[in-house]
């Protein structure tokens, strides 16, 4: 994206060897994350990875960056943290489905709502990976798992959905299968000024193998996929023969040639309430969408700190230790 | 007008303020402490506010209290019991009457004394509350304070409501005429504060001169009374609560260090007002931020001090107990915090408006492994300020988190702080690496046992630290070795500190080593006052007051190997004691209480008196 | 509701008393809540109240049946727990905007996620009522309050739209100055199989006066919200003259006499995209919607553990200790 | 066929397996150990799984061991130094070998010995692991196993990769032969498992006695050898690692109290398998639920408690850390609950994968306020069951919290389990109140000084609990006084369990009192060994362990003062020990290790031999 940066992937890349499973769809998220900080232009330096705890989260490790791999579910908490104490820093959080979204849940929540001014790569491989094998909030109803071995009783969580509900002001998925893609997905994402939803599909192969096989297979993809770009029609299938039209408020899958070509709906990120009306295409009926669902720009919490801290200090000046004591109602003895 | 009455000295007052929420109690008490202040008297004082929700007015639930006691010497606490009670209404009077000393004064509205009123209160039918036998020794004051205030202001072209609302300017004035003081304070303070609507200080100026007048020419006093200044150090003053004190020390200490304070933080009582205070300082460029939750506030500062800033959070008991894992990522990744517990009464949700130290075992142990971080305790409103400032220089130059333990008591209550000089002020100086050469994440100081700052951002020294046992270069290990030493290398670290802190003071009696009371915290005033009358008493009764509790001061077991009986008064079941006898195996008495208040001197008497 | 109840409100009602401030909003929902309660037929035993901290959360102890007034935040969690172990319970849930959304964030979203069949009554002043005055992620941006003296820096919680993105299966809006609204809403929340959450627009004279005083000021709410009725079209304003139409995937508020009449908008609590639709109805522009946003059936988790438990326990009767123990591979010595 | 070998009798044999993780040590370990269980010996045994990440085959970080004892006696523990190692791998090798006693075992996979994967392993390019040298002292039996697997199954039409996947099964028959087991366990166990493949049970049938003839006939043995049945109590034996066996206690403690169980839980190393046990048990309409964090896991079993359930959690440390705040709450609602903590290595992150015993001072303490409750400890993996039991006997009981600590070492090690018949275990009457007459919902028990529990849904009980300090009636109190009785009736009522638990057991040396070696938790095992040792040696070393740590047995005070030295052994910097110091005054002598693993007899016999 910077045209004349001058580092490369190796200058990302630390020496330790990375120690996720052989085939594990974390590799690819990785490698493309690299990529992209190679093109950004800025030094590693001023980079900062955090993350919890979890297989993905592991991540800040195989970045040759500033990084803090901390607890289990925080990682937002503390990158709020580091963001709001130094804007200048390009913030990245990596995590999993479990770490984000289930026990770290309230900190997402509250991170989209601040529009805090950072990456969120999501790896969602619908299961707990490093404790091996536990569902995680976004396992399918009826997933057999250790700890639901007649299968789960509760519907996941989809988390580009719950990011629409929360005004999220960035929110793309995309497929740990589709390099390009996903390259293209973060760099949106690193440009974006504010909180940058990446949900990726990730797969599992030791315990949640071919989760999202449809929807990697170069022979599945074309159906079980719909790829949004700015400005064009909603098409997928092997020979984009099929389309998503809407029925008043929700969407429905149709075949081209059954439908006027107008109805076809047709991408703009910038529409949020497309972007809402997309969040509903979920479940088995649908091809999963991959891309940008919205981007818009709003104020970031760590900019209005600086903005609000400057206007005070223009006026009253910068505080010292004397007005700071002696202020209010002082009296002298002696 | 009548003659003059002769003025009569006193040494000390207790004055408790009481009445609805709405009576502006809280005021009228802040005021008579700011103008006894300024006339030179050293003040103490704690608010008593309603029990979490308010309640219906006119009730006891819903009384809101403060006490003050000024005198012409160091008072060190609010005072047990009133000589002066102000009841704004049958409620106040009924809840607090049984408090005042014999002979001592009850100043309330009669006007309040309906029979409606009353019934609220809680009296049986035919009882009044004014009747002797109700207010058996007391010398009662019952003035029509709202038709009074009414009529005072009848000229002024506004609603009855508002007039009335003026009538805690009129109980001030009794009480600066009883007590001699210059209105001149109040006044000043008046035309401030309403400088956009001066009639509204007009209207108050007026009735509190009004009272003053009423209090003179009533008749109900038979003389008139003061208190001389006592001689406090010389110097500028003001009046700090614990929880402003804590705030102003955080960000003087940010000032000191020359970093930038971040406040990761969540409202809970006694504790939000430590967050409120530093939310002031945008000048200073605080980031004072409310986070979701105290999990948040301690992870965002824990992000902020890895990030280089000078970060803290505050909270209460239940928030220290979330915060708990969040503190061992804090410890292990070796990262300067001051975390600040204003601690309330436990367990669980407790008795949120009332003072406890029951927190104590929990700042030393409330974490999963060995987890190590040092534990403080302010003992006065202003030492907050100075404890904060400690906590800081702790956790600055030796990486680690630390605990300062206040509570509502300290927080909540106030003294005249003598305004120090920057340059009588701790250096914390901080420098965080920037030579690349040969650096490794757990090199350590070979005298703090710290390992270095570095603020990411920095060229050439991007590194990973995290949750994880590390090696010294900051790779994961798990080798066991590596993690033995590790852990015994984190506990050296923090133990070390007893190097660098004072030594435990005692007020020693001229008259014997019999009995050594120990103490921590909130309850110095109360302890304190005991011991000095026990010394006057000539008695063998000493005072040790712990500000440093992990590690204890190096002379420690020194100075208890000394005593004949070593006494611990706590507001626990015995937190301090146990690591006492832990470490030092010595015998200990124990004087515990646990009821929202720090030690009468008399509870602390009947267990002394047996003793010696 | 249930025409022969043996109860009245005078059953619901313990004898000790309500500690909220004169004009407190809580009043007016609570007293709707008993007379709810008083009309279902059931005893107040049948029923436990579970409740956070906070003004709102002292809900238990003024209806007298069972009551658990817990730790700030955890309500959801508790009343899940409860309720998975006893589904005949029928389980409700009081709690403030700090208490459900703040701290009790991550419970929220994983109770309505769970389908957890509670009703849910979250009591929103838009600020911290218990501890005076500070802002809660309801609190619009740029409110003042101790904790942000020049006001805040977030983007509030629409409670709506987030349980929209999480798939709530009943999300119901109302005011605590329009009884009779409440009343038929609690009674269809409490009616409702799954999580009903009932978003209450509650006044804190104390320290936000006036927060809702649009929305429940009978002068302005004709202007200032929109019922939304079963079946009816989208009108508002004294006459009547204002509706809400769509501009494809956006709502528009706009004259009546401007627009097609068809254009305008007809309610239907049954259909999901027309939830997700109007939970973008936020912010100064829009009325506030008032009424059922939607109401689905889904499994609830309560039942579905009776389910799975009983067809286990059909296929292998009851477990004893025996059969827990002498289990597995067992040898015998001696 | 050469003539059979004369067979050598052994008294104990300690084995390790160490592989690849795709090499099924941890099947292997289980079939020799199942196999010798049920010819009667004692056997206990402890998996070392890899840590945290499951990292590159072929290399040390790759490597799952599997450590069993068998014996003719009580063996006590998976044992220190290995007799036979079973190295499938060069990194299995290099990581292993230097723990193998002289003269020992070394059986590999000469196949694996590629110039690539040696590499991988790490060792030097020019180095034959297998060279003399690097293997001094240790009998080394280099076969061909994954070449002679694939030989054996020619005739089999699989792949190459599936027929390779049975070589773990050609080594077991290597050990089947050199100590005389019968392979009969394991056929049996193989046609069971894959009753629908017969063809897969087939050819690992084959690959083990190929490896049985293979140990007779290569002539690498010298003889056989054979470990005489043990003579364990008569009765069924299965066997339990800890966790199991706290899921099955807990099943087992649900049958016994008549209450469904409800086990709100979140997935954490090393606990996580308790509660995957626990979900088996549908049929016994378990209710076990997975909720969204720890803090959730323990307050949906409050509210299953508090609505009547027998109700649970379990996590490890940094769980327990987050579960602080809401235990608080069980404790002032005076509501049963059993807490599972499953420790391992600290603090934060720490060392998830090994264990330790540092979160004792947690249990105690990790809670804001006066916030007592009972604390367990379990000693061996089928004592989990027992001690599962216990911790629910007095949560039912008393109507309070209780923690049982147990560790990753019990959790993953396992042991012969005498089956216990049902009435032979204890009662847990749970009576829940149904009299509307009279109640008052902080009306006690005389005795028991337990409050009573009501079911929400009777009649006529209907009542409010919560956090905020409470009077007899349940009522909401401020009252001072009232917190002041409740904190010391809390107190109380968990101190009075003393008066209801064993007294604590010393294994006496009949050689006199010297030296009292005390510990609680898995080190039972290691310690019991030394002093076993030290008592044949005519040492006066006793033994105390405490199951129950909070409180004391009775007689503890009495036990200390018997004895010259104290001794007390801990994985930890010392937790039990400041406990024992400053409730009896008694100095300790401390015996600490933190490197995840329990004592080796040496590490104890260093520091005893000093005492002696
Ligand atoms: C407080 C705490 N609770 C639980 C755990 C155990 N734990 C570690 S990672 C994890 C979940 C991993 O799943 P996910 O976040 O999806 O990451 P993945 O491994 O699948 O990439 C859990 C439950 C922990 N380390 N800390
Ligand atoms: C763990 C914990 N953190 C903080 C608090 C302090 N606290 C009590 S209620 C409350 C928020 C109250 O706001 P809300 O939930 O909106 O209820 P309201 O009082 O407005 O009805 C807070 C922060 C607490 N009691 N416990
Ligand atoms: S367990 Fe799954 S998620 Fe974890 S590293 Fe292995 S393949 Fe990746
Ligand atoms: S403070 Fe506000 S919310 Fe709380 S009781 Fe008073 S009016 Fe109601
Ligand atoms: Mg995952
Ligand atoms: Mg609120």
């Known amino acids: 994206m910077n045209a004349e940066s001058n580092f490369t992937k190796k200058d990302f890349t630390p020496s330790g060897e990375v120690k996720w499973c052989a085939g594990c769809g974390d590799f690819g998220i990785l490698s493309q994350t690299i990529k992209v900080l190679s093109e950004t232009g800025k030094s590693p330096e001023e980079f900062a ?29 503390i990158a709020t943290g580091t963001k709001i104490a130094n804007p200048d820093l390009s913030v990245w959080v990596a995590m999993g489905d479990g770490d984000g979204l289930a026990i770290g849940g309230n900190h997402f929540l509250h991170a989209v709502r601040r529009n805090v001014d950072m990456v969120c790569i999501l790896m969602d491989n619908q299961i707990y990976g490093l404790t091996k094998g536990q569902f995680s909030p976004t396992s399918f109803r009826g997933q057999k798992t250790k700890t639901a071995p007649l299968g789960t009783m509760e519907d996941p969580i989809d988390p580009v ?27 949106r994402a690193y440009k974006h000024k504010g909180f940058s939803l990446v949900h990726v599909l990730q797969n599992c192969p030791i315990f949640n193998d071919g989760a999202f096989e449809k929807e990697s297979n170069k022979e599945t993809r074309a159906d079980a996929t719909l790829m949004l770009k700015q400005g064009e029609k909603m098409l997928f299938g092997k020979e984009s023969e099929k389309c998503i039209v ?22 703009d990120e910038h529409q949020a309430g497309l972007g809402h009306f997309l969040a509903q295409i979920q479940g088995e009926n649908f091809p999963k969408p991959l891309g940008v669902f919205i981007e818009r720009e709003a104020p970031t919490i760590d900019q209005e700190y600086v903005t609000q801290n400057n206007s005070v200090i223009e006026k009253k000046g910068r505080g010292t230790i004397k007005s700071l004591l002696e202020a209010g109602d002082t009296w002298t003895v002696g | 007008m009548n003659e003059p009455l002769k003025i009569q000295e006193l040494d000390k007052v207790v004055i408790r303020f009481s009445g609805d929420s709405g009576d502006g109690m809280q005021l009228t008490g802040n005021q008579f402490t700011g103008a006894s ?22 009730t006891i639930p819903g009384i809101s209290g403060f006490q003050m006691q000024f005198g012409d010497h160091a008072v060190n606490t609010p005072g047990d019991f009133p000589d002066v009670l102000v009841a704004m209404n049958p409620a106040a009077l009924r809840a607090n009457i049984k408090d005042v000393k014999k002979d001592g004064f009850v100043i309330t509205d009669s006007d309040t004394f309906t029979e409606a009123m009353i019934k609220k209160a809680g009296y049986a039918d035919d009882v009044d509350p004014l009747d002797a036998e109700n207010v058996l020794h007391k010398q009662v004051i019952a003035a029509p304070i709202t038709s009074q205030t009414i009529e005072t202001l009848k000229d002024f072209d506004i609603d009855k409501k508002s007039k009335a609302r003026c009538k805690n300017f009129f109980t001030l004035g009794i009480l600066f005429w009883l007590y001699d003081i210059s209105p001149a304070f109040t006044i000043q303070w008046l035309k401030g504060k309403f400088a956009k609507k001066p009639m509204l200080a007009d209207m108050n100026i007026k009735v509190l001169n009004e009272g003053m007048l009423f209090a003179q020419n009533s008749g109900h006093f038979q003389s008139q009374y003061r208190v001389q200044p006592a001689d406090l150090k010389p110097g500028m003053y003001r009046s700090v609560t614990g929880n402003e004190a804590c705030g102003l020390g955080l960000v003087a200490a940010s000032n000191l ?15 939000t007002t430590v967050l409120e205070e530093v939310a002031k300082y945008k000048d200073h460029n605080v980031k004072a931020v409310q986070m979701e939750d105290e999990i948040a506030g301690v992870c965002s500062a824990i992000g902020a001090a890895w990030a280089g800033y000078f970060a803290c959070t505050n909270t209460s008991g239940p928030g220290i107990a979330l915060k708990g894992e969040a503190l061992g990522l804090a410890v292990i990744t070796e990262i300067p915090l001051v975390v600040i517990n204003v601690q309330r009464g436990g367990p669980s949700t407790g008795l949120p408006t009332k003072t406890e130290q029951s927190d104590l075992m929990q700042a030393m142990y409330g974490r999963n492994g060995e987890s190590p971080m040092p534990v403080l305790a302010a003992k006065t409103p202003a030492d907050c ?22 509570d509502g008591y300290l927080g909540n209550g106030s003294e005249p702080f003598l305004i120090p000089d920057e340059k009588d002020l701790p250096v914390l100086k901080v420098t965080q690496r920037t030579d690349p050469k040969g650096y490794q994440s757990y090199a350590r100081d070979p005298e703090t046992l710290a390992r270095e700052w570095v603020k990411p951002g920095t060229p050439g020294l991007a590194n990973r630290v995290g949750g994880l046992e590390k090696d010294i270069t900051g790779a994961i290990s798990h080798d066991p070795e590596n993690h033995d030493e590790m852990v015994r290398l984190r506990a050296k670290k923090v133990q070390n500190i007893e190097n660098d802190i004072a030594d435990l003071e005692v007020l020693q009696s001229p008259h014997g080593d019999d009995i050594l009371i120990i103490g921590w915290g909130s309850t110095y005033g109360s302890i304190r006052n005991s011991v000095d009358k026990y010394q006057k008493e000539g008695k063998g009764v000493s005072q040790a007051h712990f500000s440093h509790i992990f590690p204890f001061p190096k002379n420690t077991g020194d100075v208890l190997k000394k005593y004949k009986k070593i006494v611990v008064a706590e507001m626990n079941l015995g937190q301090l004691a146990p ?28 267990v002394i008196d047996t003793l010696i």
Chains 1, 3 share one sequence.
Not at chain 1, 168 to 180: E, Q
Not at chain 2, 386 to 391: F, G, N, V
Request: negative net charge.
């Open chain 2, 37 to 58: 202040a300024h006339r030179g008297n050293d003040v103490v004082t704690l608010p008593d506010f309603p029990a979490e929700i308010r309640a219906t007015p006119g």
């Open chain 2, 257 to 271: 260090a020359g970093l930038d304070l971040f406040l990761g933080s969540y409202p809970i009582t006694p504790a």
């Open chain 2, 579 to 606: 690591l006492l006898r832990a470490t030092y195996l010595t015998e200990t008495i124990p004087l515990t209480k646990i009821q929202g208040s720090p030690f009468t001197e008399k509870e602390i008497s009947d």
């Open chain 1, 49 to 77: 990875f955090i993350s919890g705890i979890g297989c993905s989260s592991r991540f800040p490790y195989y970045v040759d960056t500033y990084g803090f791999h901390t607890i289990h579910g925080r990682a937002l908490a």
């Open chain 1, 161 to 187: 959905a719950l990011t629409m509900g929360l005004n999220g002001t960035f929110v793309a998925r995309t497929s740990d299968r589709n390099p390009k893609h996903m390259h293209e997905v973060i760099t």
């Open chain 2, 385 to 406: 300020f100075h404890m904060t400032i400690e906590a800081s220089r702790i956790a600055l130059k030796y990486m680690t988190p630390v605990i300062l333990l206040t």
């Open chain 1, 246 to 267: 809407s029925t008043g408020f929700s969407p429905k899958v149709a075949l081209v040639a059954d439908v006027d070509e107008k109805d076809i709906l047709v991408h």
